[in-house]
């Protein structure tokens, strides 16, 4: 089993910046790549990032050149900065994992972005 905490979400203004924060504990020998979602409301939830163990990075088109997702392997921590946030970015970030024999969630952490 795998737990998976995020952090950092809230209220910014459009242009503002967030950095999130998954922490996670458990069977954390099993992760090997880890990244972030988000939903929107009335939406699919989408692919934000993606970091495999050896620091191979994808990113949704959407946010490529303003976000940026890093990984802490010591710290069993991947973080998504956000910079120059639109409004169109608002939802619920939810961190997953991928492993060896199972992928798992996060809580979710909301991100709203509005004047």
């Known amino acids: 089993q795998v737990q998976l905490v995020e952090s950092g979400g809230g209220l910014v203004q459009p242009g503002g910046s967030l950095r999130l924060s998954c922490e996670a504990s458990g069977s954390i020998t099993s992760i090997n790549t880890m990244g972030w979602y988000r939903q929107a409301p009335g939406k699919q939830r989408e692919l934000v990032a993606i970091?495999?163990?050896?620091?191979?990075?994808n990113y949704v088109d959407s946010v490529k050149g303003r976000f940026t997702i890093a990984r802490d392997n010591a710290k069993n921590t991947v973080f998504l900065q956000m910079n120059n946030l639109k409004p169109e970015d608002t939802g619920v970030y939810y961190c997953?994992?991928?492993?060896?024999?199972?992928?798992?969630w996060g809580q979710g952490t909301q991100v709203t972005v509005s004047s």
């Open positions: 997953k994992s991928w492993g060896r024999t199972a992928d798992y």
């Open positions: 970091i495999t163990s050896g620091g191979s990075i």
